[in-house]
């Protein structure tokens, strides 16, 4: 749209003093065609105050709800600052121009010593800044003083007390283990006697009570040979004795040698050392002997029953070269013992196989004469004989595990946990026919009873059973179904069997 000016004709004559402008529209060459309807359609815009650099999809986490949420932006978010400046201006209507105002009014009214107090304090802020500035050790080009350093501070003062120091007596009394002891016993029994009688009216009975135990402990004598020390001193004693009375036999023991086995090409000698023996075990057969690993002169002895039909109860004792007269440690057992090994590592834990299926874990250290494991029908056990046990290394393990076989078929884990000792059986030991034309794929109805059982000293999966159908088979922990090897050559149960220690 645009308007042209009337030329001078027009402005001079009447008829152009009233006339309007001249107005002409121009199209431009590239504005848009639109048609009617286009052009009636009202187009709306909607101004906001928000920020579009802001963004919108912003997500934090949310703990509360363990997951990623978006976070709106807030109401502050938006804002944008275009100036800022601080000043010192007040509303009159405040309290702040309220102060200042009857500050002002009061410094009017001081009079004119005020002024001059005020124009030497302003001569003495001019001088300090000159000084400031020429030094170069001010802060800004006011005079710049710190608050805390105008602040007085109160004198400290210390206040002291005395006292009379509390009364000191001198004591003085030689004491004893069994002073200590016996006053410790006495305690216990006096207060296991008042849980006893507490919540009773009458208690004239246990101060009675606390009268004649403490009487009673105050007779009694101390016993300076009932203790754990002279104990050993006395078996000591006896060592020495029975080395010094068998003096010949424990030479013949080192030394012995007979000049006659160079004349023997096919015989040696044979020559008898000691006789070991127990009062309990006369009428009982030998039936278990195993030495210990680490104690060479140390060796366990089972006793049971060779009859079966006549079985009863059994007994376990460990004797020592070193004295020869009496078993160190004796523990009974109620079936018949006939299998016994020491732990390779640990040589005071001793596994015991009995003639009724269970089993016995005994450690030598303590006094006790009850085995620290034994086997039940609950925890499980064979249920015939256990003809061999052995221990075997735990490796990296904190649990202890030794194999059991048995007549019954069965080839069985122990492990010793902390509260019990529980079986899982690890192998049935199936029958297989000894006919030339068949193989091990065609097993027979039952299992064969197992005899002896060894493991491998490199190989700990692998291991070999004696059965008594005098066959040997190489079996592994990893394939309980089937043999390995099988290897035939007896007739009649094979009862022992040991792995080559070189090869």
């Given at each position: 749209?645009?308007?042209?000016?009337?030329?001078?004709?027009?402005?001079?004559?009447?008829?152009?003093?009233?006339?309007?402008?001249?107005?002409?529209?121009?199209?431009?060459?590239?504005?848009?065609?639109?048609?009617?309807?286009?052009?009636?359609?009202?187009?709306?815009r909607?101004?906001?105050?928000?920020?579009?650099?802001?963004?919108?999809?912003?997500?934090?986490?949310?703990?509360?709800?363990?997951?990623?949420?978006?976070?709106?932006?807030?109401?502050?978010?938006?804002?944008?600052?275009?100036?800022?400046?601080?000043?010192?201006?007040?509303?009159?209507?405040?309290?702040?121009?309220?102060?200042?105002?009857?500050?002002?009014?009061?410094?009017?009214?001081?009079?004119?010593?005020?002024?001059?107090?005020?124009?030497?304090?302003?001569?003495?802020?001019?001088t300090?800044?000159?000084?400031?500035?020429?030094?170069?050790?001010?802060k800004?080009?006011?005079?710049?003083?710190?608050?805390?350093?105008?602040?007085?501070?109160?004198?400290?003062?210390?206040?002291?007390?005395?006292?009379?120091?509390?009364?000191?007596?001198?004591?003085?009394?030689?004491?004893?283990q069994?002073?200590?002891?016996?006053?410790?016993?006495?305690?216990?029994?006096?207060?296991?006697?008042?849980?006893?009688?507490?919540?009773l009216?009458?208690?004239?009975?246990?101060d009675?009570?606390?009268?004649?135990?403490?009487?009673?402990?105050?007779?009694?004598?101390?016993?300076?040979?009932?203790?754990?020390?002279?104990?050993?001193?006395?078996?000591?004693?006896?060592?020495?004795?029975?080395?010094?009375?068998?003096?010949?036999?424990?030479?013949?023991?080192?030394?012995?040698?007979?000049?006659?086995?160079?004349?023997?090409?096919?015989?040696?000698?044979?020559?008898?050392l000691?006789?070991?023996?127990?009062?309990?075990?006369?009428?009982?057969?030998?039936?278990?002997?195993?030495w210990?690993?680490q104690?060479?002169?140390?060796?366990?002895?089972?006793?049971?029953?060779?009859?079966?039909?006549?079985?009863?109860?059994?007994?376990?004792?460990?004797?020592?070269?070193?004295?020869?007269?009496?078993?160190?440690?004796?523990?009974?057992?109620?079936?018949?013992?006939?299998?016994?090994?020491?732990h390779?590592?640990y040589?005071?834990?001793?596994?015991?196989?009995?003639?009724?299926?269970?089993?016995?874990?005994?450690?030598?250290?303590?006094?006790?004469?009850?085995?620290?494991?034994?086997?039940?029908?609950?925890?499980?056990?064979?249920?015939?004989?256990?003809?061999?046990?052995?221990?075997q290394?735990?490796?990296?393990?904190?649990?202890?595990?030794?194999?059991?076989?048995s007549?019954d078929?069965?080839?069985?884990?122990?492990?010793?946990?902390?509260?019990?000792?529980?079986?899982?059986?690890?192998?049935?030991?199936?029958?297989?026919?000894?006919?030339?034309?068949?193989?091990?794929?065609?097993?027979?109805?039952g299992?064969?009873?197992?005899?002896?059982?060894d493991?491998?000293?490199k190989?700990?999966?692998?291991?070999?059973?004696?059965?008594?159908?005098?066959?040997i088979?190489?079996?592994?922990?990893?394939?309980?179904?089937?043999?390995?090897?099988?290897?035939?050559?007896?007739?009649?149960?094979?009862?022992?069997?040991?792995?080559?220690?070189?090869?």
């Amino acid at each position: 749209l645009s308007t042209t000016a009337p030329s001078d004709h027009d402005i001079y004559s009447e008829v152009g003093r009233f006339r309007e402008p001249i107005r002409e529209i121009k199209k431009p060459s590239n504005q848009m065609n639109l048609t009617e309807n286009e052009l009636e359609e009202e187009v709306t815009r909607i101004l906001t105050g928000d920020d579009p650099n802001i963004p919108k999809n912003v997500c934090k986490f949310s703990f509360k709800e363990l997951c990623y949420k978006p976070d709106p932006p807030g109401q502050g978010d938006n804002m944008a600052i275009h100036f800022s400046m601080k000043g010192s201006s007040m509303h009159i209507d405040s309290e702040e121009y309220k102060k200042f105002r009857k500050m002002n009014n009061w410094r009017q009214d001081m009079g004119s010593d005020s002024d001059e107090l005020d124009n030497n304090v302003d001569d003495m802020t001019m001088t300090t800044i000159s000084t400031r500035t020429s030094t170069g050790h001010s802060k800004n080009e006011f005079d710049y003083t710190i608050r805390a350093s105008q602040t007085l501070n109160n004198h400290t003062a210390s206040c002291g007390a005395f006292t009379e120091p509390p009364p000191i007596t001198q004591y003085q009394e030689e004491i004893n283990q069994w002073q200590i002891y016996d006053s410790y016993k006495s305690e216990c029994l006096i207060s296991m006697m008042e849980h006893m009688h507490e919540g009773l009216s009458d208690k004239r009975a246990g101060d009675r009570l606390t009268s004649i135990v403490s009487e009673k402990l105050e007779r009694v004598e101390p016993d300076s040979f009932h203790n754990k020390k002279m104990e050993n001193i006395l078996n000591k004693v006896e060592r020495l004795s029975n080395h010094n009375a068998q003096d010949d036999i424990y030479d013949d023991f080192k030394y012995w040698d007979d000049p006659q086995d160079k004349y023997r090409t096919d015989e040696a000698t044979l020559c008898p050392l000691w006789k070991f023996s127990y009062e309990r075990a006369k009428r009982k057969h030998v039936t278990a002997l195993c030495w210990n690993s680490q104690y060479t002169d140390l060796f366990a002895a089972g006793f049971g029953s060779c009859d079966f039909a006549r079985n009863g109860k059994g007994l376990v004792c460990c004797y020592t070269l070193k004295n020869t007269s009496h078993p160190e440690f004796v523990v009974p057992t109620e079936s018949g013992v006939i299998c016994l090994d020491f732990h390779p590592k640990y040589p005071s834990l001793l596994a015991v196989g009995c003639h009724d299926g269970s089993v016995l874990v005994i450690d030598i250290k303590t006094t006790s004469k009850k085995p620290i494991y034994s086997s039940s029908l609950r925890s499980g056990q064979h249920c015939d004989p256990v003809w061999q046990i052995r221990w075997q290394d735990n490796g990296t393990s904190k649990e202890y595990k030794f194999y059991t076989v048995s007549s019954d078929g069965k080839v069985a884990n122990w492990i010793m946990n902390k509260t019990e000792l529980k079986m899982e059986p690890m192998m049935d030991l199936k029958l297989i026919d000894s006919c030339a034309g068949k193989s091990e794929d065609s097993p027979l109805h039952g299992l064969a009873g197992g005899c002896a059982i060894d493991f491998n000293r490199k190989l700990d999966n692998l291991f070999l059973v004696g059965t008594e159908e005098g066959m040997i088979h190489e079996c592994s922990k990893a394939y309980s179904a089937q043999y390995l090897k099988t290897f035939e050559g007896h007739r009649m149960g094979v009862n022992a069997l040991k792995w080559n220690p070189f090869h």
